[in-house]
């Protein structure tokens, strides 16, 4: 079709998509979109340019960004902020290295970064817990009406559970308070960033057996954690690290977009761990 004289991509219908109508689409999904206040907003590129490919990641880190363009892909559905703070502000970035060099680098390939948090978070289930959960092989127990506390169907020692997300979750090294052969049958998931007073009161609430956090200030929920178990109460921690535990929800993110443009090619590439452990 696209060989006839006359015909260009653009006039195929379906086969061309912008980044707006790939954001609508996407919106379409979630209950009560669009919403007043979001930090989902475009942070480069135009909402009317065409897509020629989509990548999916936790960080739109430099080297995704090279990668992107190295894909033959212009828009990058990113879960977390490019420019180092939540609101994506950037007057306070006007001078500095890092900053300049990506924006110069966005500019450079027409890369336009659109940030899918709060309306991941917000979809029914929660796209980043579900996304770790399909990794953990626990999806089945998942309960909507309880969708942050996951009960196992037979109490799982603490290290299996530690050994377990460390090689579904491709994640080298995590912090663990606890015994490592408590029994744990009920796991609050608090991926990402959580704030600890909501992880305390889950405690309190919940009496959970297990935190799956993804970080935490260690004078906070760390410190509830350890003086929970000094007094005898059963609450263990993992700490996962921010970007691994929240990596396999938008690796699901291009598995559950992907249906719904099919003529666009859409890819995951993980911004990966940042840490070295030595």
């Not at 990548?55 to 977390?80: C, Q």
């Not at 396999?248 to 249906?259: D, I, N, V």
Request: net charge neutral.
């Amino acid at each position: 079709l696209l060989s006839l004289p006359g015909v260009s991509r653009a006039k195929v219908p379906g086969l061309i998509f912008t980044v707006r109508q790939v954001i609508d689409i996407i919106l379409k999904e979630i209950p009560n979109a669009p919403f007043p206040t979001t930090v989902d907003q475009l942070r480069s590129g135009s909402m009317d340019q065409e897509v020629t490919g989509v990548v999916t990641t936790m960080f739109p880190t430099i080297e995704v960004i090279e990668r992107t363009a190295k894909a033959g892909a212009n828009f990058i559905i990113a879960h977390e902020t490019p420019f180092y703070n939540n609101q994506d502000e950037t007057d306070w970035l006007q001078e500095d290295d890092a900053y300049r060099y990506k924006i110069a680098l966005l500019d450079k390939h027409k890369i336009a970064i659109w940030r899918f948090h709060d309306y991941w978070h917000s979809h029914k289930p929660d796209g980043i817990i579900m996304g770790n959960l399909i990794k953990l092989g626990w999806e089945k127990y998942f309960d909507a009406n309880s969708p942050r506390l996951l009960t196992l169907p037979t109490p799982t020692s603490l290290k299996s559970i530690v050994s377990l997300v460390k090689e579904r979750l491709n994640i080298p090294n995590v912090r663990v308070i606890g015994n490592l052969k408590q029994e744990c049958k009920t796991v609050y998931m608090a991926f990402g960033y959580m704030d600890s007073k909501r992880q305390i009161a889950a405690i309190q609430q919940y009496k959970p057996d297990l935190i799956l956090s993804g970080e935490t200030r260690e004078w906070e929920t760390v410190e509830r954690v350890r003086d929970g178990q000094l007094m005898g109460q059963k609450t263990s921690l993992i700490v996962l690290s921010h970007s691994v535990s929240e990596e396999a929800g938008m690796e699901y993110a291009a598995k559950w977009l992907q249906p719904k443009v099919p003529s666009v090619k859409i890819t995951h590439i993980a911004s990966t761990n940042p840490f070295t452990f030595l």
